[in-house]
């Protein structure tokens, strides 16, 4: 019904995550199931299961120690929310591995289309693991700092661009928080990891 009612909804294949095991120290082993987006629809329906989602977001914080929060546009599955920049991960293709690299790959891609930040998956590093509603698992990526003024273009940039190819952009507006206070003051809802992220950001800055 949500898809029929708004055709830019993202229905494509993603990853679930069907398990979640430490093998070792520091050692996390995921495993995946391939599902379409629509599979995480069950979690609206009473008595219903849905395996937990599995998702990509980044950090990408600024020279003066802040971090890039988004708002996601009424286009979207989650209007008005404010989240890092990210997204679901997608299944790789045929023959191919889903490893800690390719997430990466995958985290890169999501700043790239959402932000126009252009990074190597080797910039990245994987920071925190975090477990929200619905079981849903995310892997959050450190990039490299950037100046406020080269962020906030970047994104115009990249709003511009999807608006020339007839795309709704996927997020509407950022902001630049440095802690919970800051993050409180943006009306709307939050994504759940959200204040968890920015809660630890600020204490190791």
């Known amino acids: 019904m949500a898809v029929r009612a708004n055709p830019a909804l993202f229905d494509g294949p993603v990853v679930a995550c069907g398990g979640l095991e430490w093998a070792g120290p520091r050692i996390l082993r995921l495993s995946w199931v391939r599902v379409t987006y629509r599979h995480y629809a069950l979690r609206r329906v009473p008595g219903a299961s849905a395996l937990p989602s599995l998702f990509v977001n980044v950090v990408q914080p600024t020279d003066d120690g802040r971090v890039l929060v988004a708002r996601m546009s009424p286009s979207t599955a989650a209007p008005g929310r404010w989240q890092l920049p990210g997204g679901s991960v997608e299944p790789p293709r045929e023959g191919a591995v889903l490893d800690?690299?390719?997430?990466?790959?995958?985290?890169?891609?999501?700043?790239?289309?959402?932000?126009?930040?252009?990074?190597?998956?080797?910039?990245?590093?994987?920071?925190?693991?975090?477990?929200?509603?619905?079981?849903?698992?995310?892997?959050?990526?450190?990039?490299?700092?950037?100046?406020?003024?080269?962020?906030?273009?970047?994104?115009?940039?990249?709003?511009?661009?999807?608006?020339?190819?007839?795309?709704?952009?996927?997020?509407?507006?950022?902001?630049?928080?440095?802690?919970?206070?800051?993050?409180?003051?943006?009306?709307?809802?939050?994504?759940?990891?959200?204040?968890?992220?920015?809660?630890?950001?600020?204490?190791?800055?």
């Open 100 to 205: 800690e690299s390719a997430l990466a790959s995958q985290a890169t891609r999501e700043l790239a289309e959402e932000l126009g930040i252009v990074v190597g998956a080797g910039d990245l590093t994987l920071w925190v693991v975090t477990r929200g509603e619905n079981g849903s698992i995310g892997l959050t990526y450190l990039a490299p700092t950037l100046p406020e003024a080269a962020l906030r273009a970047h994104f115009t940039a990249a709003a511009e661009a999807d608006h020339l190819q007839g795309r709704a952009p996927e997020l509407d507006d950022i902001a630049l928080v440095r802690s919970l206070d800051d993050l409180a003051a943006l009306a709307g809802p939050h994504a759940d990891y959200l204040e968890p992220v920015v809660r630890r950001f600020s204490s190791v800055r």
